[in-house]
C-alpha cells in the first residue's frame, strides 16, 4: 500500500467535502431568506389598492356603432 497514494485520495476527498459543505451553506443562507414571509398578500392589497383602469367605453360616454 502506497501512502502518497492513499494521502492524495484523501486530500481528494477533503476538497469534494469542502465544496458539499459550501454548497450547502449556501442553500441553506438562500432558504432563510425565503422562508421569513414579509406580508402577506392580502395585506400588501390594502395596503397598495391597484388604481381602477378607465376603459375606451366609459371615457367616451357613447358608442357609435348603431
Do not use: C, F, N, P
Given at each position: 500500500m502506497d501512502l502518497s497514494k492513499v494521502l492524495e485520495q484523501l486530500r481528494?476527498?477533503?476538497?469534494?467535502?469542502?465544496?458539499?459543505?459550501?454548497?450547502?451553506?449556501?442553500?441553506?443562507?438562500?432558504v432563510a431568506r425565503r422562508e421569513r414571509p414579509s406580508r402577506t398578500l392580502p395585506e400588501l392589497r390594502k395596503a397598495n389598492p391597484a388604481p381602477k383602469a378607465i376603459g375606451r367605453r366609459q371615457a367616451g360616454g357613447t358608442t357609435t356603432s348603431e
Open positions: 481528494r476527498e477533503l476538497a469534494h467535502v469542502d465544496a458539499a459543505i459550501l454548497s450547502l451553506e449556501r442553500l441553506q443562507a438562500k
